[in-house]
């Protein structure tokens, strides 16, 4: 079963816009980390965030952290085309094994030029 | 460095059938975790293994296997296929010094 749930399934932005995904999880976690995937292939490491960490950045990538909510975002500023593509954020739990992630439903992000 | 390989990239096999999915992982990392993605069931942890063990297994059935060699490289076993068991199996492999996962392309096998 997944641990997350993302928010919102599905977005269509125009280029130059900036783009907003959210994560709900619902255990406590050591970290939590966001990925990308283009069109079914394999994921590509985005960012991660430990537990004691409210905000990390990482070129146009901004993520926020609220574990008092349970809760993550990742903001992409100024998207472009080749943003396009699928965004999962995976936890892993307090106490959990460090190399068993556990994945959000996902986030289609579509950039039209 | 090279990074995550997998074989073969697309498989296609019949009901009653196993398949061998091979993994190799990036120079110098001995860890190896498999995913499976499912539109249905998303991405869902299968194992791991580290130095030749399995260290850690998701939810599945006892069709679902894998094993690790001395050179790190790791396959995972499917037996007696059924239909779901189409998806994308994705390998990751991770270093001691990070706790990032380096993700390969995938094999993407269908069940007819």
């Known amino acids: 079963s997944q641990q997350g749930e993302e928010d919102p399934q599905a977005l269509s932005i125009q280029e130059g816009e900036n783009a907003t995904m959210n994560c709900s999880y619902k255990t406590s976690i050591n970290n939590l980390q966001w990925y990308r995937q283009n069109s079914g292939r394999g994921l590509v490491h985005l960012i991660l965030?430990?537990?004691?960490?409210r905000e990390k950045h990482s070129g146009r990538l901004r993520v926020t952290l609220d574990t008092s909510k349970k809760s993550s975002s990742l903001l992409i500023t100024a998207s472009r085309a080749a943003d396009t593509a699928s965004y999962f954020c995976?936890?892993?739990?307090?106490?959990?094994?460090?190399?068993?992630?556990?994945f959000g439903t996902g986030t289609l992000l579509a950039v039209q030029p | 460095k090279a990074g995550v390989t997998q074989t073969p990239r697309y498989l296609i096999k019949t009901r009653g059938q196993q398949v061998t999915l091979s993994c190799s992982p990036i120079s110098g990392h001995r860890s190896v975790s498999w995913y499976q993605q499912t539109p249905g069931q998303g991405l869902q942890f299968l194992f791991e293994y580290f130095s030749e063990t399995q260290r850690n297994k998701g939810n599945f059935p006892g069709r679902f296997s894998g094993r690790q060699f001395s050179n790190s490289r790791s396959e995972m076993n499917v037996s007696t296929l059924e239909l779901g068991d189409s998806a994308l199996y994705l390998c990751a492999s991770s270093s001691l010094l990070t706790d990032t996962q380096y993700f390969g392309p995938g094999t993407r096998l269908t069940v007819l």
């Open positions: 995976a936890t892993v739990p307090n106490g959990g094994a460090t190399n068993k992630l556990i």
């Open positions: 965030i430990r537990s004691n960490e």
